[in-house]
């Protein structure tokens, strides 16, 4: 036996009573009337309450909140769910309009790109351009502007910790004019760091890189994975976000602070009809509680999240140990040891 049912569709009303036949468009509404019912204890101990999802991308503004009060049980869950043979999608972008073949001369960018390259404004979001490091062209993820494109990557000539400085080959920058988006992606065993590039010096064969702080101090200082081996040879690598590597289909540029984005359309794209999402939300869903109030008994089925940001590495740069959790500070321990963790030899 259900409980009770709320429908929600994308282009739906939220006038509506939120039934079958007169949806909502609104899942936070949703949220909030299954909330009501818990308040007011009307909903049955063995009775779910279920938030069905029609099929379609629904813009979320601001992530779904789940509180303690939200909560069912083992018996009587909140269920939000696609509805049957469908596919929603819960969706932190935003739409890119506005494309245009760029006809104009534009510095910096490759000759291989001209007359290939379309260019829109980014989107205002909150009375500011948006800002981002994603982008979505229907439903396939562009490629940030690179060099080398595709899987190959240059190696690190030199590791410099104590003046902070990499050494890569000058052929890597060459075609650079100074850009203050360059950005360095470090692969070094078990983690890969992003650092924002400072300054670039070319001497002959080689070119002098140095980073941004924070990331800076923390990628030279910690003490492992160091990106120069012995055994295995120095950490391969790649820059990215510069416009002069737009030289391939599938990428992209996004020019700050105006905003614009370059991008050179794959073989059928059509920008005046193809779909470009940028992301704006961090979070699609977020759920608080605590020891002694936790949120619990709420379930998601057949449902799809997408098109989510995260922009610490353009802001902070992101210097990793493993699984993904970016370090704060990172040094040598010398002698070894803390409180609790006798042999440690590393703080980070």
Request: overall charge neutral; some cysteine; proline content about 8%.
């Amino acid at each position: 036996m259900i409980g009770a049912e709320f429908w929600v569709v994308p282009d739906g009303n939220d006038v509506g009573d939120g039934s079958q036949e007169k949806p909502w468009t609104s899942i936070a509404l949703a949220v909030r009337r299954a909330r009501d019912l818990r308040r007011l204890d009307q909903v049955a101990t063995n009775e779910p309450v279920k938030i069905i999802l029609r099929g379609g991308i629904f813009r979320l503004t601001s992530p779904l909140l789940f509180r303690p009060e939200d909560s069912g049980t083992d018996t009587s869950p909140t269920v939000i769910e696609a509805a049957p043979g469908e596919r929603p999608v819960l969706s932190g972008g935003i739409r890119v309009t506005g494309w245009r073949k760029v006809t104009e001369k534009i510095p910096g960018l490759p000759r291989v790109a001209r007359g290939n390259v379309w260019m829109a404004d980014a989107p205002r979001v909150d009375g500011r351009t948006l800002e981002f490091r994603q982008l979505w062209v229907d439903d396939q993820k562009a490629v940030r502007a690179r060099q080398p494109n595709g899987e190959e990557m240059n190696r690190l000539v030199a590791w410099d910790r104590k003046r902070e400085e990499a050494w890569i080959p000058s052929a890597s920058v060459k075609s650079l004019r100074w850009t203050p988006q360059l950005e360095m992606v470090i692969h070094q065993q078990w983690e890969i760091a992003v650092c924002r590039v400072k300054s670039l010096r070319i001497e002959g064969e080689k070119a002098c890189v140095t980073f941004q702080s924070p990331e800076s101090k923390i990628q030279f200082e910690h003490p492992w994975p160091q990106p120069v081996m012995s055994t295995n040879g120095n950490a391969p690598f790649f820059l990215a976000n510069a416009i002069e590597f737009l030289d391939e289909p599938g990428e992209w540029f996004q020019e700050l602070p105006s905003g614009k984005i370059y991008y050179w359309p794959r073989a059928g794209e059509n920008l005046n009809t193809t779909q470009v999402i940028a992301p704006v939300l961090e979070t699609l869903v977020k759920v608080e509680g605590s020891l002694d109030r936790p949120t619990a008994g709420i379930q998601f089925k057949g449902i799809a999240f997408e098109h989510t940001t995260w922009l610490r590495p353009s802001h902070e740069g992101l210097v990793p140990l493993q699984a993904g959790m970016f370090l704060l500070d990172a040094y040598k321990l010398s002698p070894k040891g803390t409180a609790y963790h006798r042999g440690l030899d590393n703080q980070a």
